[in-house]
């Protein structure tokens, strides 16, 4: 494999990493929420260090799909919940940043962003771009998991004063963002000849034609998508019956509150300014 596939240390990518699990440890300190960070962090580590990280890159558009799915459905939720509600309330807080979380946890500009990102990221010119530079290839992969936070914003309702969904609206967004996830899938099931040409060695390492590698592809990101996906959304429902919740209704919590009178504070005071012009 070496002589094909040589080895990397990807120095700046675990430096990234490292930083990230010594900052959330100076803000956050609940060991369960440092946990999740770290279980976030090791599997982001393993999708992108070697050989698996190289093998994405540069080989196989299958274990492409792969990674990003692990980035998005695992590491990027887990980072989100690795974070208490006063963090995110505090930086949440500026005016700017506030606008900004209340767009992106709306489900539909979230599942709509996702899509464009996604869609992005593993397009030819993308992954040409990736196999060929380090640095493409980093810039790739924080797109992803941006597009893993903000498909995850909706579901965990986590960012204070942005619109919370009841269980069975999140349970039905949980679902129907899995379809957004796999939004490729069926150009590379049904595509007659290879779409990336800057792939390759795909059969020396796997044992797979280019053009089978592809449709590959296709149904790893159905199944790793839909299974994942639609156990939440079945959890979500069933826990909130178990805990005895009202499905429909929409929780409130108090950073909710606090945010609430925030924005009528800086209403009034934006009132104030323009009658005093």
Do not use: N
């Not at 903000?150 to 963002?177: D, E, I």
């Amino acid at each position: 494999m070496t002589s094909l596939l040589p080895f990397h240390w990807h120095v700046f990518e675990l430096l990234a990493i490292v930083a990230v699990g010594v900052l959330h440890r100076r803000i956050v300190h609940d060991a369960r929420l440092r946990r999740l960070a770290l279980y976030a962090l090791v599997s982001l580590t393993a999708v992108i260090a070697w050989p698996i990280g190289d093998v994405a890159a540069s080989v196989s558009i299958s274990v492409a799909t792969l990674q990003r799915l692990v980035i998005m459905l695992l590491a990027a939720p887990l980072l989100v919940l690795s974070l208490p509600t006063a963090v995110l309330a505090r930086w949440t807080r500026p005016a700017s940043m506030d606008y900004v979380a209340r767009l992106v946890a709306h489900p539909g500009a979230a599942m709509a962003l996702v899509t464009v990102i996604g869609t992005a990221t593993l397009s030819a010119p993308a992954v040409d771009w990736g196999a060929h530079s380090a640095a493409g290839r980093d810039l790739v992969l924080c797109c992803v998991l941006v597009a893993g936070v903000l498909l995850w914003l909706p579901a965990l309702s986590v960012l204070p004063g942005t619109r919370h969904l009841s269980p069975t609206a999140r349970a039905g967004y949980v679902f129907v963002a899995s379809l957004v996830v796999t939004s490729l899938s069926f150009v590379w099931i049904f595509s007659r000849h290879p779409l990336y040409s800057a792939l390759g060695h795909q059969y020396a390492l796997l044992h797979l034609t280019p053009l089978l590698d592809q449709q590959l592809a296709g149904f790893v990101a159905k199944l790793g998508a839909y299974v994942p996906m639609w156990a939440v959304s079945f959890t979500i429902f069933s826990r909130a019956e178990d805990q005895g919740l009202a499905v429909e209704e929409t929780p409130l919590h108090w950073a909710d509150v606090e945010r609430q009178l925030l924005r009528v504070d800086r209403q009034r005071a934006k009132e104030q300014r323009r009658r005093s012009d």
